[in-house]
């Protein structure tokens, strides 16, 4: 058998310390599993890296439609905080259990959106959507908190069957929405207004906004998770989130913020 050198057994004892220390410092860093609607993904992104910066806690995003976010996180009973495209789905699913204490962190508002330069000429006015001569693509009410809005505004100005039958396609998600734009499926869709000022998506789309009271402001509240593993971290996020310097970065991506006056 080798023998070591006291120097060597000195460095390999040291070595071992060291990358157990390293160890022992990876696997107590909790992790926040944070559920977000694909809309607000930025902003709540950018809020994690700050509070990331102050506290021992690593972020963790995983992002889709909001109701689909919310069936993830009843099967698994896995995560912290849950933040849909509009109050509803709290309201709608708080007999579950799942969803505790909240904080109001802003609004997001359905505008419609057309390809660079409207070159069809779209004005702001739902009954755009039943042209012949452009191509429709809404969101499905089933899935995202995007088309839960599109049919609430349809239904209201009478027109959703109509709008559905003619659609190009229906899709998921905010995300995919936009996708359908920049790849040319789309003239016009309904969508939540704040993606189009993304940079990613500024090149490709411009943004006609609805009138109030034609698209609400949908309030976005920020649920802590009955089950959350670290609700004393997750509440830090949601002070953060709700402070004037999460406000801001809010704002940056478009949003209202949460002392916006809304009738």
């Given at each position: 058998?080798?023998?070591?050198?006291?120097?060597?057994?000195?460095?390999?004892?040291?070595?071992?310390?060291?990358?157990?220390?390293?160890?022992?410092?990876?696997?107590?860093?909790?992790?926040?599993?944070?559920?977000?609607?694909?809309?607000?993904?930025?902003?709540?992104?950018?809020?994690?890296?700050?509070?990331?910066?102050?506290?021992?806690?690593?972020?963790?995003?995983?992002?889709?439609?909001?109701?689909?976010?919310?069936?993830?996180?009843?099967?698994?009973?896995?995560?912290?905080?849950?933040?849909?495209?509009?109050?509803?789905?709290?309201?709608?699913?708080?007999?579950?259990g799942?969803?505790g204490?909240?904080?109001?962190?802003?609004?997001?508002?359905?505008?419609?959106?057309?390809?660079?330069?409207?070159?069809?000429?779209?004005?702001?006015?739902?009954?755009?959507?039943?042209?012949?001569?452009?191509?429709?693509?809404?969101?499905?009410?089933?899935?995202?908190?995007?088309?839960?809005?599109?049919?609430k505004?349809?239904?209201?100005?009478?027109?959703?069957?109509?709008?559905?039958?003619?659609?190009?396609?229906?899709?998921?998600?905010?995300?995919?929405?936009?996708?359908?734009?920049?790849?040319?499926?789309?003239?016009?869709?309904?969508?939540?207004?704040a993606?189009?000022?993304?940079?990613?998506?500024?090149?490709?789309?411009?943004?006609?906004?609805?009138?109030?009271?034609?698209?609400?402001?949908?309030?976005?509240?920020?649920?802590?998770?009955?089950?959350?593993?670290?609700?004393?971290?997750?509440?830090?996020?949601?002070?953060?989130?709700?402070?004037?310097?999460?406000?801001?970065?809010?704002?940056k991506?478009?949003?209202?913020?949460?002392?916006?006056?809304?009738?």
């Amino acid at each position: 058998m080798m023998k070591l050198s006291k120097k060597a057994f000195t460095a390999m004892a040291l070595a071992t310390a060291l990358f157990g220390s390293a160890a022992q410092a990876v696997a107590e860093t909790p992790s926040l599993l944070v559920y977000c609607g694909i809309t607000m993904i930025k902003p709540m992104m950018e809020i994690g890296r700050v509070l990331e910066s102050r506290e021992n806690v690593k972020m963790v995003f995983t992002q889709g439609g909001s109701q689909d976010l919310y069936m993830s996180l009843k099967k698994s009973h896995e995560g912290d905080l849950y933040l849909p495209g509009s109050a509803s789905y709290r309201q709608r699913n708080m007999k579950d259990g799942l969803l505790g204490e909240a904080v109001d962190i802003g609004y997001n508002q359905a505008a419609i959106m057309v390809q660079k330069g409207n070159p069809y000429n779209v004005k702001a006015d739902v009954n755009e959507l039943l042209r012949d001569d452009l191509s429709v693509v809404i969101c499905n009410p089933e899935s995202g908190s995007i088309g839960r809005e599109t049919k609430k505004i349809l239904d209201k100005a009478g027109i959703y069957d109509r709008v559905f039958e003619q659609a190009t396609y229906l899709t998921t998600a905010s995300r995919t929405l936009n996708d359908a734009m920049k790849k040319g499926d789309a003239d016009l869709i309904i969508n939540w207004r704040a993606t189009g000022y993304f940079e990613e998506n500024k090149p490709f789309l411009d943004v006609i906004d609805l009138p109030p009271a034609v698209a609400k402001p949908k309030k976005l509240v920020l649920s802590l998770l009955t089950f959350s593993r670290h609700p004393d971290l997750a509440r830090k996020f949601m002070t953060l989130a709700a402070s004037e310097e999460g406000q801001a970065i809010f704002r940056k991506y478009g949003f209202l913020d949460n002392k916006a006056k809304v009738d």
